[in-house]
């Protein structure tokens, strides 16, 4: 894939579609291509958060650990982002990621995933929309359990 196609899949992405293109360029010069296979692990709860991932193609299980063993509370696709949350709160990685197919996704640095943040508020707008609609699914989730739970 050429660096004009990984801008174009980067504009595709609500998160990054209006930003400018040479910041987009620069994202996208700045970011590792990384695959992975079936099964292979992105990212490790407890590990620290040390990048954050844009999937561009294929899908992801997103595991975390429970006593009877690893939970799988979301699925991601592609044009979906990973792992800012422990960038953004500076904390260990709150969940598993596991390929579900053969993965490929840009790699984007903390320092450079921070920069961004900085250098446009759009995406800044954009992650607090991501992340409000992850608490959503969360709270709906919880919800839903707590409900079959017997009184």
Do not use: C, H
Request: aromatic share 2%; net charge neutral; charged share 25%.
């Amino acid at each position: 894939m050429s660096l004009a196609e990984e801008v174009d899949v980067l504009r595709q992405i609500a998160l990054f579609e209006r930003m400018e293109p040479a910041k987009l360029k620069l994202l996208a010069m700045t970011s590792d291509r990384v695959t992975f296979r079936p099964g292979g692990t992105m990212m490790r709860q407890g590990d620290d958060g040390d990048a954050a991932y844009v999937l561009i193609t294929g899908k992801a299980n997103v595991l975390v650990n429970t006593p009877s063993g690893p939970l799988k509370v979301a699925e991601l696709g592609a044009g979906q982002i990973v792992g800012e949350i422990a960038i953004l709160v500076d904390i260990p990685r709150t969940a598993t990621v596991e390929a579900q197919d053969e993965l490929v996704a840009l790699k984007i640095s903390k320092d450079n995933f921070l920069r961004l943040l900085n250098s446009s508020s759009q995406v800044g707008i954009e992650i607090i929309r991501v992340l409000a609609s992850r608490l959503e699914n969360t709270t709906n989730q919880l919800r839903e359990a707590i409900a079959k739970i017997p009184k």
